[in-house]
């Protein structure tokens, strides 16, 4: 397996592990928002939501821009592609294991039918 950096795949996961930043990632997908447009969204209070951001921010996912008293939330400029590239490493080998797995259960089930069990 490749070596990846573990505390930016951690981070990433540790990011990516909350079901409302994955939802602020998507929202932040489709278009820019405020950080008071994201905790009105996601019926949080201003708080709660900056401590989100501050995550995503930390983990490369999101980056803020302050204008004035609004913050804009975008998504960052790195992708998740070393994540992917991980995930891909491990998909692969699970696959190996259950086509092994495959094999195995057809062999039993082949020696089941030859001795009529």
């Known amino acids: 397996m490749v070596q990846y950096s573990q505390n930016h795949i951690d981070a990433s996961f540790g990011a990516l592990a909350d079901a409302t930043r994955r939802g602020v990632l998507e929202q932040l997908g489709r278009a ?3 950080i ?3 905790a009105e969204t996601f019926h949080m209070t201003l ?3 900056k401590k ?3 995550v995503l921010e930390r983990a490369g996912l ?3 821009e302050k204008v004035g008293r609004v913050r804009t939330c975008r998504l960052g400029r790195r992708g998740l592609e070393e994540e992917a590239t991980w995930i891909e490493g491990y998909r692969q080998v699970w696959a190996e294991r259950f086509d092994q797995l495959d094999t195995v259960v057809a ?3 082949q020696k089941e039918n030859k001795h009529g069990r």
Do not use: R
Request: charged fraction near 20%.
């Open 32 to 34: 820019d928002a405020s």
């Open 36 to 38: 008071t447009d994201l």
């Open 47 to 49: 708080t709660g939501m």
């Open 52 to 54: 989100h951001v501050v």
């Open 62 to 64: 999101v980056s803020t």
């Open 107 to 109: 062999e039993l089930k």
